[in-house]
Structure formats: C-alpha cells, structure tokens
C-alpha cells in the first residue's frame, strides 16, 4: 500500500520526480516539486544509490520510523514516528547526494547548517508552516536553482537569520504553482517583510506593494538585479514604511515608481506626518517633489540620490530634516521652503554639494534665521518673492 501510494502521489504531480539527466546540466531548467508529504514523512531524491549516508537520524524532533527507497519511482521516503516540526541543526550537513527533497507543512524551523554543502540539491518545497531558517541552512548550496513555496504570504512570514540561511540565496527565484515568480505581489494581509526575503533574486521585474505594509527586513531586495518597477497602493502608506536598510527598499534596486499602476514623476506627499528614512532612495523617475502641509519630518536619506530630482517644495509644517535626505540629488537647482521657522537639519550633508547653481528659497520675514540655522547653504539661500 505504501508503495501504490507514492507512486499515485507522483502521477498526480504529473511524474514529478527529477530526472537524472538535468542534474549539474540545466540551472536554468525548472525542475519539478515532489509535492506535499504528510505531517510524518520528507520525501527526497538522490543522486545515485548509497541513499543519504551524511544524514544525522537524531536531528529531528520526532525519531525515524523507516525509510523507504523506491528508486524504480524515482522517490524515497523519511518516515517518523511523530509529526515532523523540527529540522535541527547539521541534520542534512554534507549530503552531497540528496537532489530533491520536500517537506510536511508542520515543519516550522530549519536549523544551523541544516542543509550545509548539499552541492548537487537542485529542487526543494517548503510547506506552508515553515516560520524560521538558522544561520548557514543552506549555506555552499550551489546548485540549488528550482524553490517551490506554498505563497507569497507564506514565504513573507519566515524569519531568515542570514542570506544563506534563505534558499532563495542560491536558487534566485522563487516557483508557486510551479510557476516562477516575475511580478511579486505582495498581498494585503502581508503587513511585514522578512530581512533576506527575496534577496538576490534575479528573476523578478516588478513589486506591487499594498498600503497594508508597515516593515521590510534589511536586505530583503539585495542583489533583485532585474527588479524594475515598484507599483505602491498608497503614497502615505509608503511613506511610513520602517525600512531595514537600503536595501529593503526594492526601489533602492528598480529606480522606477508607480502608482496604482501611473509613472510617478512628480510626486506629490499630502497627508504623510513623516516621511520614513529611505522612503524613495535611488529613485531616477522623480523630477519633482512636493510636500504638504501635514509633513513635519523627512527621514534620512529620504530622497538620496535621486538623480532626475530638480525641484522640491516644502510644506510650512516642515519641522526636521535629518541626515542626507537630499544628497546625490546632483540636479537639484530650486527648494522653496514655507515654514517660517527653520527646520532642523541633520548635518551639513542634507543637500548635495554638487548641485549648480542652487537656490533655496524661504519667507521674506525667516531670511536670516534661515542664513543662520542653515548656514552651509547660506549662500544659496534667497526670500521667496
């Protein structure tokens, strides 16, 4: 019965098994997922018939019962006494045979080293539990280059220690319904995005990211070289994002703004009370910006090298600048400023030194006090007429 079952999982997955003949050959080749085993069982590949000689049995949270090889099917099974929670640590270190693997959806941690120099893994599939990955878990996992997850919500929701601790490291994209993901929408249950999450992912051009997104983990688009296009619902919402670093902020890698699907080039800011750091970094598409009269602070590095940024008015709100906010911004020539009392600046280094032939424009009746709190752009500063 066990063995009819396997081999009816298989048919139902169209004969998912990876065939031999890809391994090492095609990276670039989506290999299938085995599917979803039950909540004791893994289900895996291998890459020729000593079976997984590295494997540490004692490295799971329940004990092993068996395992079965089916090579005629072309798919073994880890079969244990309990419901399988828990990969520990070294658990699958240095099987350099093991090919394709797939877990339970009750699996909710990987530990250290877990898969550690599994060189020739090419194919594995996360359940929909999976919560946390430890240091170096994937870590010399060279081949590996066919990731299939259960959903982008799923995925979001895992905490990643390190890059190499996220699969996704080497594999460089992502597959759902064995599907590569190009145009990552990020739903609206989503409200936060792990450190690591889609980094290095090279396949992916666009993110659309709801107004429902309140924090995106440092690195989280790190190396997302083909990234294009960032599609936001709300610029408010936007705007209050807490960003891990620079590159949590997919336009820190894309350059190109949209909302709600229209080209942002002269961006607008209503209703935000502050702009986070690092809110539109790297951005090329902004030609202007102008921000109301409910802002009261713009974060650091706010707007920093935004290279097509030629002219910014502020709001009278405007209460703080911190640091860099408009540095690298190389074409910035005209900053009207409405508050009558001078804003805070972070540093000397909020606006670019490059910048020609600059003016930074302020009520006739601040002049001086804006000479003095901004004394290293005194020179550029004149009353608004």
């Not at 294009?228 to 610029?235: G, P, R, T, Y």
């Not at 703080?320 to 400023?337: P, Q, S, W």
Request: net charge negative; with cysteine.
């Amino acid at each position: 019965m066990k063995i009819l079952r396997v081999i009816s999982a298989l048919l139902l997955l169209g004969l998912t098994a990876c065939d031999d003949n890809d391994y090492g050959t095609t990276p670039n080749t989506t290999i299938p997922s085995l599917g979803t085993p039950e909540e004791n069982e893994i289900w895996f590949t291998t890459t020729d018939e000593r079976g997984l000689f590295a494997m540490d049995p004692t490295a799971f949270n329940t004990e092993i019962e068996d395992i079965e090889y089916a090579t005629d099917y072309g798919m073994s099974i880890i079969r244990f006494k309990g419901t399988l929670t828990t990969i520990l640590d070294d658990a699958f270190n240095g099987c350099t045979n093991l090919s394709n693997i797939s877990f339970p959806n009750t699996v909710t941690k990987i530990g250290k080293r877990a898969f550690f120099d599994c060189r020739n893994m090419e194919c594995m599939t996360l359940g929909t539990g999976l919560r946390s990955c430890d240091s170096l878990a994937f870590d010399n996992c060279i081949n590996l280059h066919s990731l299939h997850i259960s959903s982008i919500v799923d995925w979001c929701k895992i905490s990643f220690e390190s890059k190499t601790a996220n699969p996704a490291y080497y594999s460089q994209t992502l597959l759902a319904d064995s599907e590569k993901i190009r145009q990552l929408n990020i739903y609206d249950k989503i409200t936060s995005i792990s450190k690591f999450a889609f980094c290095d992912n090279i396949y992916i051009d666009t993110v659309v990211v709801p107004a429902s997104v309140q924090s995106i983990g440092e690195d989280a688009f790190d190396g997302c070289t083909n990234l294009a296009k960032v599609d936001i619902e709300n610029i408010t919402k936007w705007c209050s994002i807490e960003f891990g670093n620079e590159n949590a902020n997919p336009l820190s890698m894309a350059k190109s703004l949209y909302s709600n699907g229209v080209a942002v080039t002269n961006l607008s800011i209503d209703n935000a009370e502050s702009i986070s750091a690092q809110a539109f970094i790297n951005c090329s598409a902004i030609r202007t910006l102008t921000i109301g009269n409910a802002t009261k602070k713009i974060g650091a590095e706010a707007f920093r090298a935004c290279p097509s940024l030629a002219e910014v008015t502020l709001g009278e709100s405007i209460t703080e600048i911190e640091g860099r906010a408009f540095m690298g911004c190389d074409v910035l020539n005209k900053v009207t400023c409405y508050a009558v009392v001078p804003p805070t600046l972070a540093d000397k280094y909020v606006f670019s030194y490059n910048a020609k032939e600059r003016k930074i424009y302020v009520p006739g009746n601040a002049l001086d006090a804006y000479k003095e709190a901004w004394s290293e752009y005194s020179d550029s500063i004149v009353a608004i007429e």
